[in-house]
């Protein structure tokens, strides 16, 4: 919770730093400050210590590396195919879950914690490193805005935008709310952990069929009209966890997966029409704010209708609703800038 409400507190930072000197702003930050608190955090002895560098680390890293700096980036680096751009990377990002997570395990298991975190910590180094190597690269044409907060609160001030910040935030409360809670969701419907667990992974890879061919279905019917089926499906997936059986289980797994998996880029590609160019990375920073403080609360909000109530049946409802809810609102209104 605390990494989210970094990330999503400084969302904006990492992105004003990629608008005003390129590719090395973010990715050195990340490189220096958060592969530097993680790495600290692995010869922690105290757990507060530990958790206050690891949030720390993980909050900076998710602020300057996360897809609101690197699908800015990229779509600034190809102007001629901005949504294939952003594509190809989220592809790139959805092959990483299915590579890290395993292997993530493996290593804790052959070497413990803390030699693992130190890996990991090395390895978000190392590619914040290479990001950064392409120096001023990934700025706008035009110079930013000279001053960051009039940018934002022209942003701010369109309804249209105050929509789409509003749609990601109820969309992300569902996710974030789902995605720490599946397994146990599904060991309460009287699956065994081990397949609760396979459920899990398999909607994890899930991810990958939602952004194969993205970018040929984007020309074709636009990334407001995809992004609206992407949260109506995404919403019957999870609705399969009210079931409880595995063929149900299953059906999430494929169904929530390749919806979620065509949210991360569809988002992307909806917001940069939406945003002034020169400080598209500023702006969409914004979008990070809306999903870090929805990640904060969605597991708090979950967890506390469990709770209170003895089930987690509240629990998917308030994410199908949510869901729901982002497919109304974004409606045919919002039109680009």
């Known amino acids: 919770g605390a990494a989210f409400a970094i990330n999503?507190?400084?969302?904006?930072?990492?992105?004003?730093?990629?608008?005003?000197?390129?590719?090395?702003?973010?990715?050195?930050?990340?490189?220096?400050?958060?592969?530097?608190?993680?790495?600290?955090?692995?010869?922690?002895?105290?757990?507060?210590?530990?958790?206050?560098l690891y949030a720390l680390g993980a909050g900076i890293i998710g602020a300057t590396g996360f897809y609101h700096v690197t699908t800015a980036a990229v779509a600034r680096l190809r102007p001629d195919r901005p949504d294939l751009a952003i594509a190809r990377l989220t592809m790139v990002g959805a092959l990483c879950s299915t590579i890290y997570l395993p292997m993530t395990a493996w290593m804790v298991e052959a070497w413990g914690w803390r030699a693992t975190g130190r890996v990991l910590a090395l390895s978000a180094v190392v590619g914040a490193l290479l990001a950064s190597s392409l120096g001023s690269a990934g700025r706008g044409e035009e110079t930013a805005s000279e001053n960051p907060w009039r940018a934002m609160s022209g942003a701010l001030g369109r309804p249209a935008i105050q929509r789409m910040l509003v749609v990601f935030f109820l969309a992300w409360l569902?996710?974030?709310?789902?995605?720490?809670?599946?397994?146990?969701?599904?060991?309460?419907?009287?699956?065994?952990?081990?397949?609760?667990?396979?459920?899990?992974?398999?909607?994890?890879?899930?991810?990958?069929?939602?952004?194969?061919?993205?970018?040929?279905?984007?020309?074709?019917?636009?990334?407001?009209?995809?992004?609206?089926?992407?949260?109506?499906?995404?919403?019957v997936g999870v609705a399969f966890l009210l079931v409880g059986t595995v063929p149900a289980g299953i059906a999430y797994a494929v169904v929530a997966g390749a919806s979620l998996g065509a949210t991360s880029p569809l988002q992307a590609m909806y917001a940069r029409t939406h945003f002034d160019a020169r400080d598209l990375g500023l702006l969409m920073g914004l979008q990070g704010v809306a999903v870090g403080v929805a990640g904060s609360l969605g597991p708090v909000l979950g967890g506390l209708m469990h709770d209170l109530t003895g089930s987690w049946t509240p629990t998917v409802l308030l994410a199908v609703a949510a869901l729901a809810f982002s497919t109304l609102l974004l409606g045919n209104r919002s039109k680009p800038r």
């Not at 569902?174 to 720490?180: K, M, P, W």
């Not at 809670?181 to 992974?201: D, F, R």
């Not at 194969?212 to 020309?219: H, R």
């Not at 009209?225 to 995404?234: E, G, I, N, P």
């Open 174 to 235: 569902a996710y974030t709310t789902i995605l720490g809670y599946q397994v146990p969701i599904l060991t309460s419907a009287g699956l065994g952990l081990g397949i609760a667990g396979t459920i899990g992974g398999l909607r994890g890879f899930g991810q990958l069929f939602g952004r194969i061919g993205l970018t040929g279905v984007v020309e074709r019917f636009g990334a407001d009209r995809l992004l609206r089926l992407a949260y109506a499906v995404s919403a």
């Open 8 to 52: 999503g507190a400084a969302s904006v930072v990492g992105g004003r730093l990629l608008d005003r000197y390129g590719c090395r702003g973010p990715f050195l930050l990340q490189a220096v400050a958060g592969g530097g608190c993680l790495l600290a955090a692995t010869w922690a002895t105290d757990q507060v210590v530990f958790g206050a």
